[in-house]
């Protein structure tokens, strides 16, 4: 029986390349055949990546009742398929906040608090002694530079860019930052998204304490393109409130350059991300200097105020 490999809900490249660089690496050491899969449409930057390094779109799979299955990039069953924990989980990778999935037998885990699942993987290649193919590390060399914004969020460690650097070497990239900005302009794009493209395209649902909270983020290399579209966004981002019966919806509008984010907040109670950041909000919205990383400057923070 085939195990199928696949990260998060919204898939980011992250979710996509780890599904690839897994399933290659287990097909290596394993009897099993390893097929990577995804939950749903890959990103515009996602696309860039595969393209430049010859990357097929692994297999759309929404349904996993029965099935073997391998995950990476997070571990909360909110994030995966409605039917996820009818699986078998033979394996996680990752770099996130442990979620909710359990196991009725031994698994295998391999997740540490470092810039990228594909860091993790790297590692994996390293202790298994498989040699990592061209493409392979190319793609996963970009994802890291991706997870981690060029190695400037507080997420990266000394691991993500010595990883960085090594796969750069086997891909043949020279200029790894060149063709990471080259993927941050694609990734930056917005015209012709609508709203809702634009709150979804990076985003995550939540259970605090009870409490549903939906966390979009949008990595821009300038965000001030979106300002006559802010009153939009959060127009659609109370309707994604009411739609899905969240008590919060928070959207970042994450500036690379600039390194921070502008914060715009629907909430049946805005006291709660005031306190969370401990700043006031004007208008739905704030700008929060230096904060770049939703699971690591914005998750720990929003959920104790549940
Ligand atoms: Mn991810
Ligand atoms: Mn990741």
New binding site residues.
């Given amino acids: 029986m085939s195990v199928y490999v696949f990260?998060?809900r919204n898939p980011?490249s992250?979710?996509i390349v780890g599904a690839i660089s897994i399933a290659y690496l287990k097909n290596q050491v394993e009897d099993e055949e390893y097929i990577p899969a995804r939950q749903g449409e890959i990103s515009a930057e996602t696309e860039f990546i595969l393209d430049k390094f010859d990357g097929e779109v692994p297999v759309l799979k929404t349904s996993v009742a029965g099935e073997k299955v391998f995950l990476v990039?997070?571990s909360d069953s909110l994030l995966f398929q409605d039917d996820i924990k009818e699986a078998t989980i033979l394996g996680i990778v990752d770099h996130h906040k442990l979620g909710d999935l359990t196991t009725n037998a031994p698994l295998e885990m391999w997740v540490r608090p470092i810039g990228c699942?594909n860091t993790v993987v790297y590692e994996m290649y390293r202790s298994y002694g498989v040699e990592i193919p061209k493409n392979i590390a190319g793609m996963m060399m970009m994802a890291i530079l991706s997870?981690t914004v060029i190695f400037k969020s507080p997420t990266c460690t000394k691991v993500d860019t010595k990883a960085v650097k090594e796969l750069a070497e086997i891909a043949g990239v020279e200029d790894y930052k060149k063709l990471a900005m080259e993927m941050f302009i694609v990734k930056s794009a917005v015209d012709g998204a609508s709203a809702r493209d634009l709150n979804t395209r990076d985003y995550k649902e939540f259970n605090m304490n009870g409490s549903k909270v939906g966390v979009g983020q949008l990595e821009m290399v300038d965000i001030t393109v979106l300002e006559p579209r802010e009153e939009e966004l959060l127009e659609d981002m109370k309707k994604m409130k009411e739609e899905n019966g969240l008590h919060t919806v928070l959207i970042l509008l994450t500036d690379i350059m600039k390194e921070g984010s502008k914060l715009l907040v629907v909430s049946d109670d805005e006291s709660k991300i005031e306190a969370a950041f401990n700043t006031k909000l004007e208008n739905h919205r704030v700008w929060l200097d230096k904060v770049l990383s939703r699971k690591k400057q914005v998750i720990p923070f929003v959920q104790p105020q549940f």
């Fill in positions: 990260g998060h980011d992250d979710s990039d997070d699942s997870d």
